[in-house]
């Protein structure tokens, strides 16, 4: 089974800081995917990676950085937190190619909360 | 850009049959997925088309048109657990997919 883990299922931080949410999967998948989920907006992609330290930006980026220094690793840099950062995180990997495979598996998410 | 629309909430009795709709312009088309999401957890794949026609999977079936740019999802025997957010993706010319905002589903007895 494909398992994406991500570092926190709740987290707590006040304006400015600076935040980290990581997430790793283990089916050597090439694509992974950093969204924000929010109450009638639906799932909005911030960030993608097709490949170690590549990274495209989604629809949403401004406020947000990430970095794939590993495969199996990719990670979300909140570079001062803000308010209206609060949100469901979700990560996601697939393999790349243009079939059913590459359907995306999630990770159980992070929900945010910034003060 | 790509633009995808699908009710925003649905009822249904136990063991009935539901219809979840999806409509998106895209550019270009490389598949459409349907997720299910209960509340708290992560989306799971449910279905994958890219050709035109109806997909069976037990009691979920998924229809694509690609020349009307619509989808259903379509649900029978409906239970208590079905209760869920079902999401529509859409994979357009980048191979990137794009969510519509979800359908939340409320089956009640």
């Known amino acids: ?115 | 850009g790509q633009n995808i629309d699908q009710p925003t909430e649905m009822t249904a009795t136990e063991g009935a049959i539901v219809q979840i709709n999806c409509t998106y312009q895209t550019s270009g088309f490389n598949g459409l997925f349907w997720y299910q999401q209960h509340a708290g957890e992560a989306p799971t794949f449910l279905s994958y088309n890219v050709l035109d026609g109806l997909e069976e999977k037990g009691r979920f079936s998924s229809f694509l048109s690609r020349s009307k740019g619509y989808s259903y999802l379509l649900l029978k025997e409906l239970q208590m657990k079905d209760s869920a957010s079902y999401l529509c993706a859409v994979r357009g010319g980048s191979y990137i997919p794009t969510f519509g905002r979800g359908t939340s589903l409320i089956v009640h007895p």
Not at chain 1, 54 to 75: A, L, Q, T
Not at chain 1, 87 to 112: D, K, V
Request: glycine share 6%; net charge neutral; aromatic share 12%.
């Open chain 1, 1 to 115: 089974d494909v398992k994406v883990t991500q570092s926190s299922r709740y987290l707590v931080k006040r304006t400015g800081e600076k935040v980290f949410l990581e997430c790793v999967q283990d089916m050597d998948h090439e694509n992974m995917f950093w969204y924000r989920q929010d109450p009638g907006l639906g799932l909005r992609l911030i960030y993608f990676s097709y490949d170690v330290k590549m990274k495209e930006k989604g629809d949403i980026p401004e406020g947000y950085s990430v970095s794939r220094e590993k495969k199996e690793r990719f990670s979300l840099i909140l570079e001062s937190a803000s308010t209206n950062q609060t949100s469901m995180y979700l990560c996601a990997s697939s393999l790349q190619g243009p079939s059913n495979q590459e359907t995306q598996y999630f990770g159980p998410g992070t929900r945010l909360l910034v003060l």
